[in-house]
């Protein structure tokens, strides 16, 4: 599936090319979700999150809803980042109101052996079907973002269960058995390469990896836990040259501190938290990579005159850092959605966008 046609709206693709734009390109991390009255229609209906993430056409509809609602200018994948280590066998569920466990968890040597790289087409094949239909069904409007979890986020869930207060089971695996969680680790990389290869040839024409957990580990952990494996990801998966290349955006929560070295890694573009000034993280990372980021999601919360004078300054901030310019900006919050949050106030943030950064 894997073409080099463009699609009409291409700014988002040329942003993250440091190409010039005619405005700065927004999307929006869970843009596709529980704030959307026709999600939970969809949600009822399907009748779990698992049920819908694996049936491509659901996933599918989902992947399109906030594009009829908003001229965003790129749509994601309706999926999660669990679906690697589910089809590692580990037995992934859902708790209401305590969200994802695994039936087995990892956390011996022996545990680790018992894993192997799924099979993209057969273990996964309902999220490869879902990036093709989705490719189908955008006719060429926007980009489709394919995603996943960085290794060290996966391994995060893995080895503790589910979601952490604390992150104390994975964090005394680190300091008493390194090795085991560097294993545990390099497979979760290779897994992590093999599917955004695939979902690649399926027809995703932009990848992001979401460390959403790297920023729990101190700077020194991070440099041996996280950063090695998303370097690693950055200059082995090969994405393409020229206008056919699909560009690759490393995300994390908390990663501040590591600007440099992930502008450093191979990646074309680096997200950033809202704990972070644009301008100091342009300016940090020069002209190496595209930017992508970094509006509190709590913004959001405020009336629309609010937000679209913070969405001024997050553009103005970027620009200063960028020696003035605005190109190598994608337009995002600094995290994901929330439930409860207004689809008003996210029409009022991209048009906001759209028109305070029209050159």
């Known amino acids: 599936m894997t073409d080099s046609k463009l699609p009409a709206n291409d700014r988002f693709l040329r942003a993250l090319r440091r190409e010039p734009v005619d405005a700065t390109p927004v999307w929006l991390m869970r843009q ?16 779990s999150f698992l049920a819908m993430a694996k049936t491509p056409e659901i996933a599918c509809e989902i992947t399109l809803q906030p594009l009829r609602r908003f001229p965003l200018d790129a749509a994601i994948l309706f999926s999660d980042i669990l679906t690697v280590p589910d089809a590692m066998g580990l037995g992934l569920y859902f708790v209401e109101g305590e969200g994802p466990k695994f039936e087995r968890t990892v956390r011996s040597a022996e545990d680790v052996a018992r894993l192997a790289v799924p099979d993209m087409e057969t273990e996964l094949r309902y999220v490869m079907d879902a990036v093709r239909t989705i490719r189908r ?37 680190a300091l008493n058995a390194p090795d085991v969680l560097h294993a545990l ?76 070295a992930l502008a450093a890694s191979g990646t074309d573009a680096v997200g950033v938290d809202w704990t972070v000034e644009l301008s100091d993280a342009a300016r940090r990372t020069g002209s190496k990579v595209a930017l992508q980021g970094n509006l509190d999601p709590a913004t959001l919360y405020g009336a629309p ?33 929330s439930p409860d949050m207004n689809p008003d106030h996210v029409a009022a943030l991209v048009e906001a966008v759209h028109t305070l950064s029209a050159r």
């Open 32 to 47: 596709a979700g529980r704030y959307l009255p026709e999600y939970r229609a969809t949600r009822k209906q399907a009748g």
């Open 137 to 173: 069904e955008l006719n060429g409007q926007v980009p489709l973002i394919g995603f996943s979890g960085s290794p060290w986020t996966l391994a995060c869930y893995m080895v503790e269960g589910g979601g952490s207060d604390n992150f104390a089971t994975i964090k005394a695996l």
């Open 185 to 260: 680790l390099s497979i979760n990389t290779d897994a992590v390469i093999a599917y955004l290869a695939a979902q690649r040839a399926a027809g995703a024409q932009a990848l992001q990896v979401f460390d959403t957990w790297g920023g729990v580990l101190s700077p020194a952990m991070y440099r041996e836990f996280s950063l090695p494996y998303l370097t690693r990801i950055a200059r082995e998966l090969q994405r393409g040259d020229g206008d056919a290349r699909t560009p690759l955006i490393l995300f994390g929560k908390g990663n501040g501190t590591h600007l440099e």
């Open 305 to 337: 005159d609010a937000i679209r004078e913070q969405v001024r300054r997050t553009l103005d901030d970027y620009a200063a850092g960028n020696g003035g310019s605005r190109d190598g900006h994608v337009f995002n919050l600094g995290h994901g959605m």
